[in-house]
């Protein structure tokens, strides 16, 4: 699946910019913090900034914000580094992490401080929030900061040799308690944290804020365009402040696009890790999540996401974006690409009472594309098919088997229902059928065709499998306005058909090998559970969208 690159506000800004000479090496960033797993949200940001970075030659850096140790851990930074990689980007350099830049950042902090742009302070965090006043009434400068420099720098060596207790005193930049913007009121720069880091041990017991950081980061690592999403648009005057003040080696440029957003999906961290925490999913990675790893688990390729990603667009205007188009690109990339093979989901044993013997039919791998070549399969008296595909009785809309009525089975013959075999309570469990050809591809003698074709496995030489349906996850298009996200959960997000037949073959699929059920949808071979001797597949799509057309 091959996509042109669209024109973009954000391409057309980098071009302006090597055109009039501000910039020679393009240099972006991808900055995940590493305090949960990515979601198709960050797919996007994935995409724009390595993808910006591929397109003038420049390079992409991968760096870790890492200034909040409380909520990370090395499995997120792991998971995160598998992601990029899975989705084909490859960043320029060593891993870079904010906690490599510790002593510096702690450096310029001591800068401010004495340059009087920064204070330590001791109100508390209630007492913090009352003085920093409201959208419409500005705030009150706080008590201690008119400290001077000296007993500041005083203070925040103190700070830094861990004498005080955490909440005690925080260092914050000196700049307008009266700023419209509330982000440049006195913000943040270091708080007090007897947290052991993930990088950097015991080293630490202050640590900046990201917004003190997030520009530092650039600028010492070059970075010409740091792009980031809507949400730091308020948060670009206070890096700009700090680029000002302090004497950082490079000046690099911020800029926002809209943050992608997808329909009956979610993306905040604490939402999703509320499914896990509640069992509702599996872990982060189930196959109904939105995170990279989830997505990836359930069969998406990588080339699909990037080719969505794309295909949305970039803009600065924020929108939610229907959820069927990202499913479209998975299909529509699918049906070139995934081979064809036959899994009954839910077995009815079909004899056939005058076929004269067993036979290896040679099946297309895929109806369109001569290049997958062909492949054996056993054709034998004793079938199974789905128990769906059969009625002892129906109208003319139902165009499977029936008694007294024609199919045809996928690859092979014409056949006709005769009887059937019932338990006490009345389902089928037996069908008889005879054969109308014999020979595979042929049609009726007495030109009566079939009206439809099922397919079907050998019961003899099935191989039992464990086959899990997945649907969307939630079934109200705006998931997160829910007061309670649970209540949102579609209950039919997963439907696991333990007593599934497959085709032999199947049995020897590699792990995240993706194939087309016939007449079900593509199902892929699951990374981490799937085995010869005990198979599972996640669906990873229907061959339609049955959500439009149940909505329309």
């Not at 041990?201 to 970075?223: K, L, N, R, S």
């Not at 905040?268 to 109904?288: E, F, H, I």
Request: include cysteine; proline fraction near 5%.
């Amino acid at each position: 699946m091959s996509t042109e690159l669209r024109s973009n506000f954000l391409r057309t800004q980098i071009q302006s910019d090597l055109e009039a000479g501000r910039t020679g090496e393009v240099v972006t960033r991808f900055p995940p913090e590493p305090n949960g797993f990515l979601h198709i949200g960050h797919a996007k940001s994935i995409t724009v900034n390595f993808g910006l970075a591929e397109q003038f030659g420049g390079r992409c850096h991968l760096r870790f914000d890492d200034t909040n140790p409380e909520k990370e851990s090395q499995e997120f930074i792991n998971s995160i580094q598998e992601d990029v990689s899975w989705l084909g980007y490859e960043w320029s350099g060593e891993v870079r992490f904010a906690s490599s830049y510790f002593e510096q950042f702690y450096q310029w902090a001591l800068h401010l401080i004495d340059n009087g742009c920064a204070y330590v302070c001791d109100l508390s965090a209630e007492e913090a929030r009352r003085y920093r006043g409201s959208l419409v009434e500005a705030g009150q400068n706080s008590p201690f900061r008119e400290r001077s420099a000296s007993e500041n720098r005083a203070l925040f060596e103190q700070m830094r040799s861990g004498v005080f207790a955490e909440g005690a005193k925080v260092l914050r930049a000196k700049i307008d308690m009266a700023a419209p913007n509330m982000n440049l009121r006195d913000p943040i720069l270091y708080r007090i944290r007897h947290v052991a880091h993930h990088q950097t041990g015991t080293d630490w017991t202050i640590y900046p804020t990201y917004d003190f950081a997030h520009g530092q980061e650039d600028a010492i690592e070059g970075v010409t365009h740091s792009i980031c999403t809507l949400e730091f648009e308020d948060h670009r005057p206070l890096y700009e402040w700090f680029i000002e003040h302090l004497p950082v080696p490079h000046t690099p440029r911020q800029i926002e696009f809209a943050r992608l957003n997808t329909s009956y999906t979610i993306t905040s961290k604490r939402q999703l890790k509320q499914l896990v925490d509640a069992n509702v999913v599996t872990g982060w990675d189930d196959p109904r999540m939105p995170t990279i790893a989830g997505l990836r688990r359930r069969g998406y390729p990588a080339t699909a996401i990037r080719h969505f990603c794309e295909e949305v667009g970039t803009s600065r205007s924020d929108s939610i974006v229907d959820v069927a188009m990202l499913e479209s690109a998975v299909r529509d990339h699918l049906n070139k690409t995934a081979a064809r093979a036959m899994c009954v989901l839910r077995p009815l044993r079909l004899t056939l009472t005058n076929l004269p013997n067993e036979s290896v039919l040679l099946v297309p791998n895929h109806p369109a594309d001569e290049a997958f070549g062909v492949r054996e399969v056993t054709f034998g008296q004793d079938l199974f098919i789905d128990c769906q595909d059969f009625r002892e009785s129906a109208n003319k809309h139902f165009k499977r088997l029936v008694l007294g009525k024609r199919v045809r089975l996928r690859g092979a013959i014409v056949i006709e229902g005769e009887r059937c075999e019932t338990d006490a309570e009345g389902n089928v469990t037996h069908v008889f059928a005879r054969c109308v050809t014999l020979e595979p591809g042929a049609d009726p003698d007495d030109g009566i065709k079939p009206k439809g074709v099922i397919h079907w496995v050998s019961a003899d030489h099935s191989v039992p499998a464990v086959v899990r349906c997945y649907d969307r996850l939630f079934s109200q298009e705006a998931p997160g306005r829910c007061d309670d996200i649970l209540e949102a959960v579609n209950p039919e997000s997963l439907v696991v058909m333990q007593d599934a037949v497959i085709e032999p073959m199947l049995a020897k699929a590699v792990p995240e090998q993706v194939y087309q059920f016939e007449r079900e949808g593509y199902f892929v071979a699951d990374r981490y559970e799937h085995q010869s001797e005990a198979p599972v597949f996640n669906m990873t799509i229907g061959l339609r969208d049955n959500w439009s057309a149940s909505n329309g």
